[in-house]
């Protein structure tokens, strides 16, 4: 089946702009993470959404930053005023669930790479 | 302490050698343990999944020292092919990344 999907690939923006970046994740699953990852770096955690629990936006890094997963599937993530040091990778991953076996293995879209200008 | 951490390497190693990787957590709690490979400028992909003690695929094992906290990758027969970043991760009801060690296997 289809894996998870992110739009668009790559993004340059200008400072100060703001970008909405976009996840599919795969069908069925309700978990659904946002990370990023700049060059050379580990990935960092944003935001954390799981069925219909409130979101754990604790790695969100400024009031800047801020996702929606509407129907519990699609998500998006907005960055406003963009940074040049919001340049970076953008991944999104999704599983069947958060716990279990099995079940919390995450899946990884290709990302969005972010350039600000 | 960092909850996941990982010698970043990088390791270099000759076509055909085995090699380990370590990656100690300080979560007790922890529930389960992957280890996904990044190529570079690709997203993560998994690996092995270990739920208790172990896994093994292939040229591929990984153990879990629960008392010791720490979770082991071992490959053997090393190809040029697994040159690549080992991500050694941990499920506390998140998902917990460490940043990697680098791989790289020459001829």
């Known amino acids: 089946g289809a894996g998870v999907s992110q739009s668009p690939s790559n993004k340059v923006t200008e400072k100060g702009k703001d970008v909405e970046l976009r996840c599919d994740p795969i069908?069925?699953?309700?978990?659904l993470y946002w990370y990023r990852q700049s060059l050379g770096q580990g990935l960092e955690f944003l935001i954390y959404?799981?069925?219909?629990?409130?979101?754990?936006k604790s790695g969100l890094p400024s009031d800047r930053f801020s996702a929606e997963r509407t129907g519990g599937s699609v998500s998006t993530l907005t960055i406003q005023r963009t940074q040049q040091e919001d340049s970076a990778v953008y991944l999104c991953?999704?599983?069947?669930?958060?716990?279990?076996?099995?079940?919390?293995?995450?899946?990884f879209g290709p990302g969005t790479r972010l350039t600000v200008l | 302490r960092k909850e996941v951490e990982q010698d970043p390497g990088p390791f270099n190693v000759p076509e055909g050698a085995t090699v380990a990787f370590n990656c100690t957590y300080s979560?007790?709690?922890?529930?389960?343990f992957f280890w996904y490979r990044q190529d570079c400028r690709k997203e993560p992909k998994l690996l092995m999944s270990?739920?208790?003690s172990g896994n093994e695929d292939g040229r591929f094992t990984a153990q879990l020292n629960r008392a010791s906290q720490y979770i082991s990758l071992l490959i053997r027969d090393s190809k040029l092919s697994d040159s690549a970043t080992y991500l050694c991760?941990?499920?506390?009801?998140?998902?917990?990344f460490g940043t990697g060690t680098r791989l790289q296997v020459f001829p």
């Open positions: 991760v941990l499920n506390t009801d998140k998902l917990i």
């Open positions: 991953a999704s599983s069947l669930t958060n716990l279990g076996v099995g079940a919390d293995t995450q899946y």
């Open positions: 979560n007790s709690a922890s529930q389960s």
């Open positions: 959404f799981q069925g219909n629990s409130a979101p754990d």
């Open positions: 270990v739920y208790s």
């Open positions: 069908s069925g699953h309700t978990a």
